[in-house]
């Protein structure tokens, strides 16, 4: 990636609003958090995988990733459409459904034996999500043990999906009794201690969306023994909705305040995971559901997707899972059949911050609830590169004020450091779609992806001044700058 060198001209041109003043230690603190090499992860809905192998930028927008932190992101296929699927070993082809637009998705489906081959072909660790719901056990073995025998990057099965939303005509279900935290769990320690034997102990837990009624942590006391079958817990995480017309906000999606507030309720599933010896994820995660909503294809929700990892790994989640929907249908999703979509510049950014060589995050403390720095460490706990993100929200009209972060004790033998910034006209700026041109949303200037998703254009790298360990960066409203120290 090449550098031109410009000088970033700290407190000229446009008056800054407000000087924060931060401390950057130059070893990683002791509550910093390790982060895991596959932190940003995808999901894909169970009926669509295969159409993803047939784009071009499914492969391409994940080794983007894996270039940037040195292991290949990992991929759950699940979703709403997992539960609505019956394995039958005789179809020759993958998936076999009818709908009545290519916008929908099937009310049922059937998949074969090839559906493991594509899967098999995907790098790094793949969840595949089984249907519980349909109470037909015999048949999701069989299909576990199909995925067993074909994929040699087989990480973890899930057994149903989201099924704290099961309702009364769920097969599933007890005629008496109902369904409750207490008889899913029951549900879910039978079904995993009767596959076990066949396909080992590789069970995703929970995946439960109706948090934190229902939790892992509330699960785990109930599984007993069987939690030696359980690889992973996950639970579903979207702070937003957009089901049913109801109304989504980017103002308060992309605000830091807000994320930190969010996410913090995802602590006491991952400590209560972590004593089990067990990893947390958020196996299948966006902006909002039911496919996104107006505020899910925006550079907003790109810069929301940067602060929502960092939050996310700095509460105890391992892994976050950013689901992709039906092709053609998705507001949220990272690429489509002609386009990426500004999202991904942010999952694409905050990859590269955090790098091949980051073992480790930490928030620095800041006098705005609007503004987060981080600092992300090797693993030899020093200083690599800090991130600045100004989560003000910036519509496009009136003036675009910015904030000026001092950072300071610094290397006395640092001269400079180099910047690196993602921006866009404002944050409701979409690419594609009836939205702006390619070019709209930028990495360092000049750096964008074409319609496969390769790299277009090379990032522009601003001279960053230093002076007896102070450095000043400037960052407009509805923008992140990566600082990096080892250029």
């Given at each position: 990636?090449?550098?031109?060198?410009?000088?970033?001209?700290?407190?000229?041109?446009?008056?800054?609003?407000?000087?924060?003043?931060?401390?950057?230690?130059?070893?990683?603190?002791?509550?910093?958090?390790?982060?895991?090499?596959?932190?940003?992860?995808?999901?894909?809905?169970?009926?669509?995988?295969?159409?993803?192998?047939?784009?071009?930028?499914?492969?391409?927008?994940?080794?983007?990733?894996?270039?940037?932190?040195?292991?290949?992101?990992?991929?759950?296929?699940?979703?709403?459409?997992?539960?609505?699927?019956?394995?039958?070993?005789?179809?020759?082809?993958?998936?076999?459904?009818?709908?009545?637009?290519?916008?929908?998705?099937?009310?049922?489906?059937?998949?074969?034996?090839?559906?493991?081959?594509?899967?098999?072909?995907?790098?790094?660790?793949?969840?595949?999500?089984?249907?519980?719901?349909?109470?037909?056990?015999?048949?999701?073995?069989?299909?576990?043990?199909?995925?067993?025998?074909?994929?040699?990057?087989?990480?973890?099965?899930?057994?149903?999906?989201?099924?704290?939303?099961?309702?009364?005509?769920?097969?599933?279900?007890?005629?008496?009794?109902?369904?409750?935290?207490?008889?899913?769990?029951?549900?879910?320690?039978?079904?995993?201690?009767?596959?076990?034997?066949?396909?080992?102990?590789?069970?995703?837990?929970?995946?439960?969306?109706?948090?934190?009624?229902?939790?892992?942590?509330?699960?785990?006391?109930?599984?007993?023994?069987?939690?030696?079958?359980?690889?992973?817990?996950?639970?579903?995480?979207?702070?937003?909705?957009?089901?049913?017309?109801a109304s989504t906000d980017l103002n308060s999606l992309m605000s830091h305040?807000?994320?930190?507030?969010?996410?913090?309720?995802?602590?006491?599933?991952?400590?209560?995971?972590?004593?089990?010896?067990?990893?947390?994820?958020?196996?299948?995660?966006?902006?909002?559901?039911?496919?996104?909503?107006?505020?899910?294809?925006?550079?907003?929700?790109?810069?929301?997707?940067?602060?929502?990892?960092?939050?996310?790994?700095?509460?105890?989640?391992?892994?976050?899972?950013?689901?992709?929907?039906?092709?053609?249908?998705?507001?949220?999703?990272?690429?489509?059949?002609?386009?990426?979509?500004?999202?991904?510049?942010?999952?694409?950014?905050?990859?590269?911050?955090?790098?091949?060589?980051?073992?480790?995050?930490?928030?620095?403390?800041?006098?705005?609830?609007?503004?987060?720095?981080?600092?992300?460490?090797?693993?030899?706990?020093?200083?690599?590169?800090?991130?600045?993100?100004?989560?003000?929200?910036?519509?496009?009209?009136?003036?675009?004020?910015?904030?000026?972060?001092?950072?300071?004790?610094?290397?006395?033998?640092?001269?400079?450091?180099?910047?690196?910034?993602?921006?866009?006209?404002?944050?409701?700026?979409?690419?594609?779609?009836?939205?702006?041109?390619?070019?709209?949303?930028?990495?360092?200037?000049?750096?964008?992806?074409?319609?496969?998703?390769?790299?277009?254009?090379?990032?522009?790298?601003?001279?960053?001044?230093?002076?007896?360990?102070?450095?000043?960066?400037?960052?407009?409203?509805?923008e992140a700058v990566i600082v990096d120290f080892t250029r």
């Amino acid at each position: 990636m090449a550098f031109q060198v410009l000088e970033l001209l700290v407190l000229l041109v446009v008056a800054a609003q407000s000087i924060h003043a931060i401390t950057v230690p130059q070893t990683a603190p002791s509550n910093a958090s390790t982060v895991d090499p596959s932190l940003l992860s995808v999901s894909i809905e169970f009926f669509a995988f295969p159409g993803y192998t047939d784009l071009s930028a499914t492969s391409t927008c994940l080794a983007n990733i894996a270039s940037l932190r040195g292991a290949h992101p990992a991929v759950r296929i699940g979703g709403t459409t997992q539960d609505r699927a019956t394995y039958d070993p005789s179809l020759s082809r993958a998936v076999n459904y009818s709908v009545a637009s290519p916008a929908d998705a099937p009310t049922s489906l059937t998949y074969g034996p090839s559906f493991f081959d594509l899967a098999a072909d995907l790098s790094g660790d793949v969840t595949i999500g089984f249907n519980r719901q349909l109470n037909d056990i015999s048949n999701v073995g069989a299909a576990a043990a199909e995925a067993q025998d074909t994929m040699s990057n087989l990480y973890a099965i899930e057994l149903g999906n989201e099924p704290d939303l099961y309702g009364s005509g769920s097969p599933i279900i007890p005629s008496s009794g109902g369904w409750t935290p207490t008889t899913d769990g029951q549900s879910q320690k039978e079904w995993e201690t009767g596959l076990a034997p066949s396909v080992g102990n590789i069970f995703q837990a929970a995946v439960y969306i109706s948090f934190p009624t229902w939790s892992a942590q509330g699960l785990i006391p109930i599984l007993g023994s069987a939690i030696d079958f359980v690889k992973t817990f996950s639970i579903h995480s979207y702070p937003q909705s957009a089901c049913g017309g109801a109304s989504t906000d980017l103002n308060s999606l992309m605000s830091h305040s807000g994320i930190a507030s969010y996410t913090s309720r995802f602590k006491p599933d991952a400590v209560a995971a972590h004593g089990q010896g067990k990893q947390f994820f958020l196996g299948e995660t966006n902006s909002a559901t039911c496919g996104g909503g107006g505020i899910s294809p925006t550079f907003g929700a790109g810069l929301w997707i940067v602060d929502y990892v960092l939050q996310a790994a700095l509460n105890g989640v391992d892994r976050l899972y950013f689901h992709q929907g039906t092709i053609g249908n998705c507001a949220y999703c990272f690429w489509n059949t002609t386009v990426i979509n500004a999202p991904y510049y942010g999952a694409y950014f905050v990859s590269q911050f955090l790098g091949t060589d980051g073992a480790s995050i930490s928030e620095l403390s800041t006098d705005s609830s609007a503004v987060a720095v981080y600092a992300v460490y090797s693993s030899s706990n020093t200083l690599l590169r800090t991130l600045i993100y100004n989560s003000n929200y910036f519509d496009g009209t009136g003036t675009r004020s910015n904030q000026t972060v001092q950072l300071s004790g610094l290397s006395s033998s640092l001269s400079k450091a180099t910047a690196v910034r993602l921006t866009a006209k404002d944050a409701g700026v979409t690419i594609g779609q009836g939205g702006a041109e390619v070019g709209a949303v930028t990495i360092g200037g000049g750096m964008t992806f074409g319609s496969g998703c390769e790299v277009s254009g090379e990032q522009t790298g601003e001279s960053v001044a230093v002076s007896g360990g102070v450095a000043n960066v400037v960052v407009q409203e509805s923008e992140a700058v990566i600082v990096d120290f080892t250029r």
